[in-house]
């Protein structure tokens, strides 16, 4: 053919694909027929006319085998009843799901933490669920009331916890034996010693063994050990800022006293060295003396059949006061429906099945998580979680806290995130850091 | 005339709809977004200069710009520099020229994240690449991704890893400078350095002065593989998005976080005109003195 | 294709001078590369090597089974279309919509012609922060975020596109007038001059502008974050920032992944970069 023709025939075909590619392009995600299947589509359901159930999206930060787990509570549930079926999808950036559900085109329903719960309320993204309780007669007695109360903002409930988890101390056995310590250290100032005693120091200054809980970071130990201590950030209703208070400068104290003597750099190297919770964690390679981490380290130890000779202990108390023994910061995972859900039925009816005993001991189990319900807690399931018998024991204690809500959490957690750094850092000095905070923070209880 | 008046409209119907569209309307609705409180949900309030006044109030904004403000007097030369080198040693006449041009090519090709991964290990403060290359020097090399003096110079690193793309514009420049003017020169008795700065430089000033605005440009706006690295550099639900001590706070990043993390849109398009004047004001100063050290071709 | 000579040594010269360039192309190349070598060292580690203590540069026992393991976890395969589809959409789309521009800022002879490309300038010096949110808006409204959209219109409107007009424009202007002059004295309407002598003379400037915008688009990250919230609908970029947040870190299947997200652009460059280097200098930048 000439070149008239041959140009005529491209431009066609050009045509012809463009409007093919605008038409598929305004599809958008119904073109993802190709390569990966839908884990929970219900394929059994052969009978069935497609379409004849609605649709619940779920959307979840979890990823791997603890998505794995949540995806079998949906199958079950979508195996349970003929009205529903929900899709679950992993999107381990929570931005994504900010970003979308504000956009209207996000999920049904989705996790987070209990603390956005009142940036989330405010900024309207959580749909309140007062109305659905009631409505349904739903009883909320079974939830451990700490746990609920994370859910309550400007006396609505916008989400249900999932779980009461909190930090407990684990550590390495054999390191501590080595360096003379058959049981773990219970108050701070024993925790002290063996951290001393079991961080082993190369030649140019960098650490082979950390023995203090500074990994992933100090921020993340902070709270954990500062609660541990016996320390209260807020009086209750976050009315008052008791943030300043012995156990908490006893645990600022000692970390700078740590980072002093050991070199921050040092500390950052050995930090930089790992992932989190990947088989590169220190803990996990047998570098980490003493950690303090939520009760899922134990699923994730057997998960990667990592060979570490580890035990559990309560988090060590302030020296001197044994009556704040068994402290904690409780903390929950939550689940919310989105404002601009469009199916608020769905997503209620799965949140109900989720949260009944059953599906919620086999889903926190799975997750090495404590479920947020009396009835889960009891039942068999828990048994299978790893290392149940010493962790659920440690739910009983009473100084247990968790931190009351208040409109300016987020600024809150942002400021003291940043002042504490700077403290980590050798930056200022505990004192000046308490001032600075002292000052600073009762503005956000404003 | 009317006809072609009609013709040029025609042609150019495509851009001026998408300008309009994307363009236009954007930054009028952007300017007004600027004076109201709004979050997605809620319709837009009203609040005069109140956004302006955050942004230069607010310390994070300071930090923010301090944070780019190195990035751009740093990062805009150092590519620069090493593109123009570049461009220099492949234009020479060698075998395995279009190999080694590859080479120094990819690097500027590779998507953000696969650079953001490599380099993350290629920085490892215990087992990576240049660690451990100064520590057979002797040196004990710094943490490069957690010490907050170091974060910046990381990334100056990566970006100047990347920067095959300006070498090619260069090179391609290079290769127009005409052969006379470097054989007169040889004839008058000048050296290799004195070509270079008497005859290279001055005429390939223009690109020069198009790839120094488009780098400041560039670097002023710097947002993916920062945001890439913050979140890296950290485990659990952070959500500050900033780095070590805030190191890598970057006006865009802030702007990204205002916007789409705290539904401040007010203040994220506040931010955003403000960005705006300032890059205007910097390409208008480098325009005016590029008068002074630009020559044209043909001369 | 003669060349004018850099200033440093080069050419036929005799003896060791011959071999110094080499030197320092080959040294520097070796920077240049170490860190890309590593990316597919590690890509055939098994976990043992990866984790081994102290670090081991080649794999005791390669694994090529990453490669395969890729396509189970993360939709490779899928993302790969995806990027691939979005990136030749905007092609198309800009290959389409840029050129007719360009001529009517060149070629044309009309009162809009430098008001209009001062326009398509001003586009090049505006941040993109300044319409991102709003257009993200506008695409909320349309009901299209999560779908393809917002990514590929622009691109047929050669919104965003304003550093390809440039170079069509620029590369336009070096088209001798004297040729489009005699074709209109024939007879000939701007369009048939538009394509039946513009198009054939400019194919090493669309060729240039077509690699150039591939590459772009292929890597894009920004556009796929806001606007994709499907992980069937992800790109690449996208998908492997999602893969990656998650706690497992499998870094050998991460760089195999990168690796071959690389590749196909590797080898576009290397057949294609005569094509866009005489395209760059064919539009006289300098001018």
Redesign the interface.
């Known amino acids: 053919m000439n070149a008239k023709q041959g140009r005529k025939a491209s431009l066609l075909l050009v045509v012809v694909t463009m409007v093919a590619g605008l038409l598929s392009a305004c599809s958008g995600s119904d073109n993802g027929n190709k390569g990966s299947a839908s884990p929970s589509a219900s394929a059994s359901e052969s009978g069935k006319p497609a379409g004849e159930k609605s649709k619940v999206s779920v959307w979840y930060l979890w990823g791997g085998a603890e998505g794995e787990a949540l995806e079998q509570i949906i199958q079950d549930f979508n195996a349970s009843q003929d009205k529903y079926t929900v899709e679950g999808l992993s999107v381990p950036d929570e931005q994504k799901i900010k970003v979308a559900i504000a956009g209207g085109n996000g999920p049904d329903l989705t996790d987070s933490f209990d603390w956005v719960v009142p940036q989330y309320a405010q900024q309207g993204i959580a749909l309140p669920l007062d109305d659905l309780i009631a409505r349904d007669g739903y009883d909320l007695s079974d939830f451990i009331p700490a746990a609920l109360e994370s859910g309550r903002f400007d006396d609505k409930l916008y989400s249900l916890p999932l779980n009461a988890n909190f930090s407990i101390m684990y550590y390495n056995k054999k390191l501590l034996a080595d360096s003379g310590y058959s049981e773990p250290p219970k108050t701070s100032k024993e925790l002290y010693d063996v951290a001393l005693k079991t961080t082993k120091v190369n030649g140019d200054g960098s650490i082979e063994v950390i023995g203090f809980p500074s990994y992933p970071s100090e921020g993340y130990l902070f709270n954990a050990m500062a609660h541990g201590f016996g320390s209260s950030y807020l009086s209750e209703g976050a009315k008052e800022l008791t943030f300043n208070n012995d156990s908490t400068k006893a645990a600022m104290q000692m970390i700078y006293d740590y980072n002093t003597q050991f070199g921050v750099d040092n500390i950052r190297q050995l930090q930089a060295a790992g992932k989190w919770l990947d088989p590169t964690d220190p803990f996990l390679t047998g570098k980490q003396a003493i950690r303090f981490d939520g009760p899922w380290l134990s699923a994730h130890i057997k998960n990667m059949n990592i060979d570490v000779d580890y035990g559990i202990a309560p988090l060590p108390y302030l020296d001197g006061k044994p009556e704040t023994a068994g402290g904690g910061l409780v903390s929950s995972s939550i689940f919310y429906i989105a404002k601009t859900s469009k199916n608020v039925d769905g997503a209620w009816e799965f949140m109900k099945y989720l949260y009944s005993p059953e599906p919620l001991a086999k889903f926190m189990s799975l997750m090495g998580n404590i479920p947020a319900t009396k009835s889960a807690m009891a039942q068999p399931a828990m048994k299978d979680m790893v290392d149940s018998e010493q962790i659920m024991p440690l739910t009983e204690s009473p100084n247990l806290k968790s931190i009351p809500h208040f409109a300016k959490r987020s600024d809150f957690d942002k400021l003291l995130g940043e002042e504490l750094e700077l403290m980590f850092n050798l930056k200022k000095t505990p004192d000046e850091t308490m001032s600075v905070l002292e000052g600073k923070l009762a503005e956000f209880l404003k | 005339m009317k006809r072609a008046t009609l013709t040029g409209l025609l042609f150019s119907s495509p851009f001026l709809i998408g300008f309009i569209a994307f363009t236009l309307y954007p930054i009028g609705a952007s300017l007004v977004y600027s004076f109201t409180d709004f979050n997605m949900f809620k319709s837009p309030s009203w609040v005069g200069l109140d956004n302006y006044r955050w942004v230069f109030q607010e310390k994070d904004v300071w930090k923010s710009i301090a944070n780019t403000l190195y990035m751009v007097l740093f990062a805009t030369p150092i590519s620069l520099i090493v593109g123009l080198l570049l461009a220099q040693m492949l234009n020479m006449k060698v075998r395995g020229q279009s190999i080694y041009r590859t080479l120094y090519y990819i690097p500027s090709i590779v998507p953000a994240i696969a650079t953001s991964l490599v380099w993350m290990w290629v920085l490892n403060p215990k087992s990576g690449l240049i660690n451990t290359a100064l520590g057979y020097l002797g040196i004990r090399g710094p943490n490069w991704l957690l010490d907050p003096v170091w974060t910046k110079p990381s990334l100056i690193l990566m970006g100047a890893w990347g920067a095959g793309g300006i070498m090619i514009i260069f090179l391609a420049s290079l290769q127009d400078v005409p052969r006379s003017l470097y054989e007169s020169a040889e004839i008058d008795g000048a050296g290799k350095v004195r070509k270079f700065f008497s005859i290279t430089l001055p005429s390939i000033s223009p690109i020069i002065l198009f790839q120094l605005i488009m780098g400041l440009i560039t670097y002023f706006q710097y947002f993916a593989q920062a945001f890439m690295l913050a979140s890296m550099t950290n485990s659990g639900a952070n959500q500050t998005m900033a780095g070590p001590e805030k190191s890598l706070l970057f006006y865009a990043v802030l702007l990204y976080r205002e916007a789409f993390v705290d539904f401040r849109m007010g203040h994220a398009s506040a931010m955003a005109w403000v960005l705006f004047l300032i890059t205007s004001i910097v390409t208008y100063l480098i325009f005016r003195s590029s008068n002074r050290w630009v020559t044209y071709g043909g001369d | 294709m003669?060349?004018?000579?850099?200033?440093?040594?080069?050419?036929?010269g005799k003896g060791i001078r011959r071999f110094v360039?080499?030197l320092?192309?080959a040294a520097?190349?070796a920077v240049?590369?170490?860190?890309?070598l590593?990316?597919l060292l590690?890509s055939i580690k098994s976990?043992k090597d990866l984790?081994a203590?102290?670090?081991v540069l080649f794999p005791k026992q390669p694994r090529w089974e990453n490669y395969v393991d890729v396509f189970r976890e993360i939709?490779?395969?899928?993302m790969t279309?995806n990027t691939f589809?979005i990136s030749i959409?905007c092609v198309?789309?800009v290959l389409?919509?840029?050129p007719?521009?360009a001529?009517?800022?060149s070629h044309?002879?009309?009162?809009?012609?430098n008001i209009?490309f001062a326009?398509?300038i001003g586009?090049?010096?505006?941040?993109?922060?300044?319409?991102?949110?709003?257009?993200?808006?506008?695409w909320?409204k349309l009901?299209?975020?999560?779908?393809?959209?917002p990514l590929?219109?622009?691109a047929?409107?050669?919104?965003?596109a304003g550093y390809y007009?440039f170079l069509l424009r620029q590369f336009f202007m070096t088209l001798p007038v004297s040729l489009i002059h005699s074709a209109k004295i024939d007879g000939a309407s701007?369009l048939r001059i538009?394509l039946q002598i513009l198009m054939p003379l400019s194919k090493p400037i669309i060729a240039t502008v077509g690699v150039l915008l591939f590459?772009a688009t292929?890597?894009d990250?920004?556009g796929p974050?806001?606007y994709l919230?499907?992980?069937?609908?992800y790109t690449?970029?996208l998908g492997?920032?999602?893969f990656?947040?998650?706690?497992?870190?499998m870094?050998e299947k991460?760089?195999a992944a990168?690796a071959m997200?690389?590749l196909p652009?590797?080898v576009l460059?290397?057949f294609a970069?005569?094509q866009?280097?005489e395209g760059?200098?064919l539009t006289?930048?300098?001018?």
Not at chain 3, 75 to 78: A, D, K, Q
Not at chain 3, 229 to 233: C, M, R, V, Y
């Open positions: 003669s060349s004018a000579t850099g200033s440093f040594g080069g050419g036929a360039p080499h320092f192309l520097f190349s240049f590369v170490m860190p890309i590593w990316l590690t976990d984790y203590n102290p670090p939709n490779f395969l899928g279309w589809f959409m198309i789309g389409i919509s840029a007719l521009v001529y009517a800022c044309i002879d009309w009162k809009g012609k209009i326009l398509v586009t090049l010096l505006l941040p993109y922060q300044v319409t991102m949110i709003p257009t993200y808006i506008i909320g009901g299209m975020i999560g779908s393809y959209m590929i219109l622009p047929f409107l050669s919104a965003g007009i701007e538009y590459l292929w890597s990250f920004l974050l806001l919230n499907n992980e069937k609908d690449l970029s492997l920032y999602a990656m947040q998650t706690h497992y870190i870094w991460l760089m990168s997200f690389t652009i590797i460059f290397f970069q005569k866009f280097i760059i200098k006289g930048i300098k001018g």
